[in-house]
């Protein structure tokens, strides 16, 4: 089992930032990519970013490049996601995900392919 634990959210006003951060442990060094998901209220789930353990290769929605970045620290079992420029429509329960095992690049934003996630963790930005 794998358990993973996000940190970071709050609340920020409009063209602030903020950094989350996704703390994993149980069985940490089974993991091949992680991936960082939000859910607004009365939407659904939605892809924001995912980086592969090995390697670092870092995948984006459209909505998020150039303002947030996804990084991970392997030997902290850590994986973050770095939010500037916020826009209130980033208003969301933001989630980590952990995929254990091969993932093809195009299925890296399908939530369906991830193994294991988090608690979630609420980012509200004010206009």
């Known amino acids: 089992q794998v358990q993973l634990v996000e940190s970071g959210g709050g609340l920020v006003q409009a063209g602030g930032s903020l950094r989350l951060s996704c703390a994993a442990s149980?069985?940490?060094?089974?993991?091949?990519?992680m991936g960082w998901f939000r859910q607004a209220q009365g939407k659904e789930r939605e892809f924001v970013a995912a980086?592969?353990?090995?390697?670092?290769?870092?995948y984006y929605a459209d909505s998020v490049k150039g303002r947030f970045t996804i990084s991970r620290d392997n030997n902290q079992n850590t994986v973050y996601l770095q939010m500037n420029s916020l826009k209130p429509e980033d208003t969301a329960v933001y989630y980590c995900?952990?995929?254990?095992?091969?993932?093809?690049?195009?299925?890296?934003?399908?939530?369906?392919?991830?193994?294991?996630w988090g608690q979630g963790t609420q980012v509200t930005v004010s206009s």
């Open positions: 980086i592969k353990w090995s390697g670092g290769l870092t």
């Open positions: 995900a952990r995929r254990t095992s091969f993932l093809a690049a195009q299925s890296m934003a399908l939530m369906t392919a991830y193994d294991y």
């Open positions: 149980g069985r940490a060094s089974s993991g091949y990519a």
